[in-house]
């Protein structure tokens, strides 16, 4: 709509040059004024303030524009902002609310589902991606997504049959993911097809030849290397290739997506009865790295579905990081915020956990004035946060999403 373009110039200019607080602010002025496209402008700025994570302020323009007008992108970005301000049973009841006026709105199943995820409903999730599917049967993230919480719940066949077909359909599209590639490449290997899994090999092959310097393709190529070798039963090769990828478990930009893998992978080669005497250790660093969130923890338990043993040690490993975060935060409670700080700071480094890491952090900022050595305790935080990273923690199916969520796709997003 090139007059849209044209009236609202300023505001696309001010994204363009990655000024979003002066473009949400253009927003709210046309907003209030009810100038030309005012509300176009609304659903603009409260998507930016969305992603400025300013969530009460976007939820009340969201909650002003249905006043005027009750359009349900309005009713759903209410639901995001009680989601990405934490929010959930108000996101739940919001969505449920939405859900029951406008059953055929595809995009409130999205996030529903991702509220299921957060809550640790995965089976929940799973039947709202199918529903979002079946009202848009074309579409290429809807078909990944349910493959792939499909896959992670065990259901081999559903998974196959959705990312088979987000893969024969979305192969040249921006939308398309290639952990599509490397999931399908896994259940290949379950199906002893060595055509299908190499086809998975080559597009991902051919996708790291046009990203040559991508860490993320270079595992994925990695991975579904390992499982082509463990088909053809060389061993030798398979457990070389299997330590080299677990080397990099501590590394910074290995996430909780690699860490989902690797498990998927090492649960496969030890049912595949390979010899691995390092796995179990492996498993538990993972464990401990990634225990982030009861989502996240769940994630790595159904990442391993194929190996029970591997599941245990890791539900272990979720219990033991809350232990570490009680036990440090019990310091502070009884009066020695110093001493917790610092036991969070070494817990964090010996596990790589990214939760404890914040937990120091925002411990730290609390009681910054009662901590002697406050600017070197400060330092150790910021390298240790530098060290940890601060992404690893995002769920593999968030990695799916080139938007968020019913979300607004911004003039000059890169995608």
């Known amino acids: 709509r090139s007059s849209d373009l044209h009236v609202l110039q300023d505001i696309f200019e001010a994204i363009e040059a990655s000024e979003l607080e002066r473009a949400a602010q253009l927003c709210l002025q046309r907003f209030e004024a009810k100038k030309q496209y005012w509300l176009y402008a609304a659903r603009i ?12 302020e976007a939820k009340a323009l969201y909650e002003a524009v249905i006043k005027a007008q009750a359009a349900p992108w309005a009713r759903l970005g209410v639901a995001r902002a009680e989601f990405e301000s934490g929010q959930w049973p108000a996101a739940k009841r919001t969505l449920e609310s939405l859900i ?6 595809a995009d409130a199943y999205d ?3 991702r509220v299921q995820l957060e809550e640790g409903r995965f089976d929940d999730a799973l039947a709202t991606y199918r529903r979002a599917t079946s009202l848009t049967t074309g579409s290429i993230n809807r078909l990944q997504k349910q493959g792939l919480l499909a896959f992670y719940l065990g259901e081999d066949e559903e998974a196959t049959k959705a990312l088979d077909r987000a893969a ?3 192969a040249n599209s921006k939308m398309f993911d290639y952990q599509t590639l490397v999931l399908l490449g896994f259940l290949r290997f379950d199906q002893r097809d060595a055509k299908a899994l190499q086809r ?4 991902v092959a051919r996708a790291l030849d046009r990203a040559p ?8 190529a990695a991975v579904l290397g390992t499982v082509g070798v463990m ?6 090769a398979t457990v070389e290739q299997v330590k080299a990828q677990a080397a990099d478990i501590r590394a910074p930009g290995f996430d909780l997506e690699a860490g989902c893998n690797l498990l998927t992978l090492l649960a496969r080669v030890t049912a595949f009865d390979v010899q691995l005497p390092d796995a179990t250790d492996w498993v538990r660093t993972i464990g401990l790295r990634f225990a982030t969130s009861k989502p996240a923890a769940e994630m790595l338990v159904r990442a391993a579905h194929v190996h029970p043993p591997f599941q245990e040690t890791l539900r272990q490993t979720h219990a033991e990081i809350n232990r570490l975060a009680e036990s440090a935060m019990s310091l502070s409670v009884a009066g020695d915020p110093a001493g917790a700080v610092r036991a969070l700071l070494e817990h964090a480094g010996s596990t790589g956990n990214t939760r404890l890491a914040e937990m120091a952090a925002l411990s730290f900022k609390r009681h910054q004035a009662r901590i002697d050595d406050a600017p070197a305790v400060g330092e150790a935080i910021a390298a240790l946060r530098a060290e940890v990273g601060e992404q690893t923690s995002k769920l593999p199916i968030d990695q799916l999403d080139t938007r ?12």
């Open 45 to 56: 700025g409260a998507e930016l303030l969305l992603r400025l994570e300013r969530h009460a």
């Open 100 to 105: 029951s006026s406008q059953p055929t709105y």
């Open 111 to 113: 996030v529903m589902g």
């Open 168 to 170: 024969a359909i979305g």
């Open 200 to 203: 998975c090999a080559d597009g």
């Open 213 to 220: 310097a991508s860490p993320r393709l270079q595992r994925f």
């Open 231 to 236: 088909l053809e039963r060389r061993i030798a």
């Open 404 to 415: 968020a969520s019913g979300g607004l796709r911004l003039h000059g997003d890169a995608s």
